[in-house]
C-alpha cells in the first residue's frame, strides 16, 4: 500500500468515525478533517471531482461550525 493510499483510507476513516458521534459539532469537525485529507489526496491523485467536492464540503463545514459556536455563545 502506498503512502497516497494511506491518505485516502485515512480520510474515509476520519469521515466513518465522525458519523458515529453524536451532536451535530463532532460530526462537522470530523468530516471537515476527513475533507481536508480527501483534498490532498484529490491533489496527489490529480482527481479534479475528489478535491472539489471535498473542497465544497469543507467549506459548507466551517460555516456550519460557525454558526453553530455563534449559536452557542447566545445560549
Known amino acids: ?10 480520510a474515509t476513516c476520519v ?14 469537525i470530523y468530516n471537515s478533517i476527513g475533507s481536508i485529507l480527501f483534498v490532498i ?14 473542497g465544497a464540503c469543507l467549506l459548507l463545514n466551517i460555516w456550519k461550525i460557525y454558526q453553530i459556536m455563534k449559536e452557542g455563545k447566545k445560549k
Open 15 to 28: 469521515i466513518f468515525i465522525g458519523f458515529l458521534n453524536k451532536g451535530e459539532l463532532k460530526i462537522r
Open 41 to 54: 489526496y484529490g491533489l496527489i491523485i490529480g482527481a479534479f471531482s475528489v478535491w472539489l467536492l471535498n
Open 1 to 10: 500500500m502506498s503512502w497516497i493510499e494511506v491518505i485516502g483510507i485515512s
